[in-house]
């Protein structure tokens, strides 16, 4: 079971924010999944090992080669807000 | 009959043998839209114009006596998750509103490269989760054979726009059955091919451990002509594999005699729909009568796979979106005061309900001290899934079960209950935690006139033999000339 204390702070490592009434939905419908997930708990794991990835396959490699970007100007438009080669930011400090 | 009636191999016959123009073709899957689309809401952005201009250089091409692929002139839709350069990509939800990517994605440029006219993007859940494309941002798409009904999910308005014939097949992609579930329940064919067979470059994030692009088509040739035209290594994306793509169309065979069709028990169970059960049985009979040999299979650990894949599914999505920050693209909430407001405020102004719940569940199984009891336990069960499934292809060469617990359900029917939701996923979930391919085609209709589907999974990169098996099924049977009145 999760309380609305941890729910208020996953929120807050996944930057996002709810209204109160929310937050409550919320921890409602997450313990609601979570029990239902807690099935995994009557297998025993201990010696099995963990699957990330289906296919078994090295990392491919290739060379570190400098190119130029042909799409800049483009990529810059679809900032929200952006000046000469930056993308401008409400001020930090 | 109409030009739009006919299924994409006939279609390109046609064009081959000069018997229309792809400009005729076009405008009569966009005559088609203009006429059903109000009643549908597949679309979340048409390109008309753009289907036109295609349209007339493959015809220009074709005067001119040049050789054409063989998807040349063919209209086509393509789910609002491929980024397509150029031309909006939502991935239907707010925070990426008016987001127009700078690139084609692989599978695009394939479909490029071949000539294919584009009809538009098609309607999906936000970000590819859900089950019924009731979380998109801009519309409810609805069930051509029903319209109080949805057309399932993730990929539902590339289902529905197939089944209303408003394009002669569309790209979807599946990360827990969003191909194959929308198709079953809107009478089409959706094949997931096995994780890696087609690159994922270019297709918005949702599990990368998961997700696949594959085909949504009227019939399961057109299904092998597709797939053929995406398949292959991409060095674009590193999780692509390099293995050579067999010609798909060869597998097209009457034949089974022989062939082992394995049955999961565990995939008819009680309380399912009945008229679900009995026309997957029949399947199962006729698959018999036509000299498979029926197998009983056991996949002892299928009751596991929903809790397993809304660990993995989630934690993998709170990373991959942790990207849609405000910054460099897509909505950017103007109340922030500072850059830590900018984060939290566009995120939580840009993102639907859903999304938030999946960001936060997987934010949670990932977060320190819940790691191992959440995360790492489901990994080790998605071992165990895969086992099963080893196992059961000693014995079997592919295997039958239902798509989905039930036939399209209403609109509005489990919005309110996320468990309930995710349990409509609960056959085709574990294909993508095995890395399977698996393929969902029409195997009957409920009393009510609703379609049913029946899914094939075979071992990966087998492909061929999902094709072969369904194909075989298809010829014998008659599910696919019966076609929604809309």
């Given at each position: 079971?999760?309380?609305?204390?941890?729910?208020?702070?996953?929120?807050?490592?996944?930057?996002?924010?709810?209204?109160?009434?929310?937050?409550?939905?919320?921890?409602?419908?997450?313990?609601?999944?979570?029990?239902?997930?807690?099935?995994?708990?009557?297998?025993?794991?201990?010696?099995?090992?963990?699957?990330?990835h289906?296919?078994?396959?090295?990392?491919?490699?290739?060379?570190?080669?400098?190119?130029?970007?042909?799409?800049?100007?483009?990529?810059?438009?679809?900032?929200?807000?952006?000046?000469?080669?930056?993308?401008?930011?409400?001020?930090?400090? | 009959?109409?030009?739009?009636?006919?299924t994409?191999?006939?279609?390109?016959?046609?064009?081959?043998?000069?018997?229309?123009?792809?400009?005729?073709?076009?405008?009569?899957?966009?005559k088609?839209?203009?006429?059903?689309?109000?009643?549908?809401?597949?679309?979340?952005?048409?390109?008309?114009?753009?289907?036109?201009?295609?349209?007339?250089?493959?015809?220009?091409?074709?005067?001119?006596?040049?050789?054409?692929?063989?998807?040349?002139?063919?209209?086509?839709?393509?789910?609002?998750?491929?980024?397509?350069?150029?031309?909006?990509?939502?991935?239907?939800?707010?925070?990426l509103?008016?987001?127009?990517?700078?690139?084609?994605?692989?599978?695009?440029?394939?479909?490029?490269?071949?000539?294919?006219?584009?009809?538009?993007?098609?309607?999906?859940?936000?970000?590819?989760?859900?089950?019924?494309?009731?979380?998109?941002?801009?519309?409810?798409?609805?069930?051509?054979?029903?319209?109080?009904?949805?057309?399932?999910?993730?990929?539902?308005?590339?289902?529905?726009?197939?089944?209303?014939?408003q394009?002669?097949?569309?790209l979807?992609?599946?990360?827990?059955g969003?191909i194959?579930?929308?198709?079953?329940?809107?009478?089409?064919?959706?094949?997931?091919?096995?994780?890696?067979?087609?690159?994922r470059?270019?297709?918005?994030?949702?599990?990368?451990?998961?997700?696949?692009?594959?085909?949504?088509?009227?019939?399961?040739?057109?299904?092998?002509?597709?797939?053929?035209?995406?398949?292959?290594?991409?060095?674009?994306?590193?999780?692509?594999?390099?293995?050579?793509?067999?010609?798909?169309?060869?597998?097209?065979?009457?034949?089974?005699?022989?062939?082992?069709?394995?049955?999961?028990?565990?995939?008819?169970?009680?309380?399912?729909?009945?008229?679900?059960?009995?026309?997957?049985?029949?399947?199962?009979?006729?698959?018999?009568?036509?000299?498979?040999?029926?197998?009983e299979?056991?996949?002892?650990?299928?009751?596991?796979?929903?809790?397993?894949?809304?660990?993995?599914a989630?934690?993998?999505?709170?990373?991959?979106?942790?990207?849609?920050?405000?910054?460099?693209?897509?909505?950017?909430?103007?109340?922030?005061?500072?850059?830590?407001?900018?984060?939290?405020?566009?995120?939580?102004?840009?993102f639907?309900?859903?999304?938030?719940?999946?960001?936060?569940l997987?934010?949670?199984v990932?977060?320190?001290?819940?790691?191992?009891?959440?995360?790492?336990?489901?990994?080790?069960?998605?071992?165990?899934?895969?086992?099963?499934?080893?196992?059961?292809?000693?014995?079997?060469?592919?295997?039958?079960?239902?798509?989905?617990?039930?036939?399209?359900?209403?609109?509005?029917?489990?919005?309110?209950?996320?468990?309930?939701?995710?349990?409509?996923?609960?056959f085709?979930?574990?294909?993508?935690?095995?890395?399977?391919?698996?393929?969902?085609?029409?195997?009957?209709?409920?009393?009510?006139?609703?379609?049913?589907?029946?899914?094939?999974?075979?071992?990966?990169?087998?492909?061929?033999?999902?094709?072969?098996?369904?194909?075989?099924?298809?010829?014998?049977?008659?599910?696919?000339?019966?076609?929604?009145?809309?």
């Amino acid at each position: 079971m999760i309380d609305k204390k941890t729910v208020t702070s996953v929120a807050k490592l996944a930057r996002l924010e709810f209204p109160e009434a929310q937050i409550d939905a919320f921890t409602d419908q997450l313990n609601q999944i979570l029990g239902h997930v807690e099935k995994l708990g009557e297998l025993d794991t201990k010696s099995i090992s963990a699957t990330s990835h289906t296919i078994e396959m090295e990392t491919p490699m290739r060379e570190d080669k400098v190119v130029e970007s042909e799409v800049f100007k483009q990529i810059l438009d679809q900032s929200p807000a952006h000046e000469d080669n930056f993308f401008v930011v409400p001020k930090v400090l | 009959m109409e030009l739009y009636e006919l299924t994409l191999s006939q279609a390109a016959e046609k064009l081959r043998n000069k018997e229309c123009s792809s400009v005729e073709l076009t405008e009569s899957a966009l005559k088609r839209i203009s006429e059903t689309e109000d009643k549908i809401g597949a679309y979340i952005t048409q390109t008309p114009e753009l289907a036109l201009e295609q349209a007339k250089k493959v015809d220009q091409k074709i005067a001119a006596g040049e050789k054409l692929a063989s998807l040349a002139g063919i209209p086509i839709g393509l789910k609002d998750i491929f980024v397509t350069k150029d031309i909006r990509t939502t991935c239907a939800s707010k925070i990426l509103e008016n987001f127009i990517p700078p690139y084609d994605g692989t599978a695009v440029s394939k479909l490029k490269a071949q000539e294919i006219v584009l009809t538009g993007k098609l309607n999906m859940d936000e970000f590819a989760m859900g089950s019924s494309t009731e979380t998109s941002f801009f519309k409810q798409t609805k069930n051509p054979w029903n319209l109080e009904c949805i057309p399932g999910g993730s990929s539902g308005g590339s289902a529905a726009s197939v089944a209303a014939d408003q394009c002669f097949a569309s790209l979807g992609t599946d990360t827990g059955g969003s191909i194959r579930q929308p198709a079953a329940l809107t009478g089409i064919v959706g094949l997931k091919p096995t994780y890696g067979r087609v690159s994922r470059y270019g297709v918005i994030a949702f599990a990368s451990s998961l997700d696949q692009v594959g085909p949504m088509t009227k019939d399961v040739r057109d299904s092998a002509l597709l797939l053929q035209a995406i398949a292959g290594h991409d060095p674009l994306d590193s999780t692509s594999v390099p293995k050579e793509v067999p010609n798909y169309s060869e597998f097209l065979q009457n034949d089974v005699k022989g062939l082992k069709v394995g049955v999961p028990k565990e995939y008819f169970i009680d309380g399912m729909d009945a008229e679900v059960k009995n026309a997957v049985e029949a399947a199962i009979k006729k698959y018999e009568e036509m000299g498979a040999q029926i197998v009983e299979v056991s996949l002892p650990h299928t009751e596991y796979a929903v809790s397993t894949y809304y660990i993995l599914a989630p934690a993998e999505a709170s990373s991959n979106l942790a990207r849609y920050d405000g910054i460099r693209y897509g909505y950017r909430s103007t109340e922030a005061k500072n850059l830590h407001e900018t984060f939290i405020k566009s995120r939580s102004e840009g993102f639907g309900d859903e999304v938030k719940r999946r960001i936060m569940l997987g934010t949670f199984v990932l977060s320190a001290g819940y790691y191992d009891a959440y995360y790492l336990k489901a990994q080790k069960v998605r071992t165990l899934i895969r086992q099963d499934f080893e196992q059961a292809f000693q014995k079997a060469d592919v295997l039958i079960t239902p798509t989905s617990p039930s036939a399209a359900f209403k609109l509005g029917e489990k919005t309110q209950d996320p468990v309930q939701m995710y349990l409509s996923d609960i056959f085709t979930i574990n294909v993508n935690l095995a890395g399977l391919p698996g393929m969902s085609l029409p195997c009957g209709f409920t009393k009510s006139g609703l379609p049913i589907g029946m899914q094939l999974i075979a071992p990966a990169f087998e492909e061929g033999r999902l094709l072969h098996a369904a194909y075989a099924y298809e010829q014998a049977t008659d599910w696919k000339t019966r076609r929604p009145s809309l």
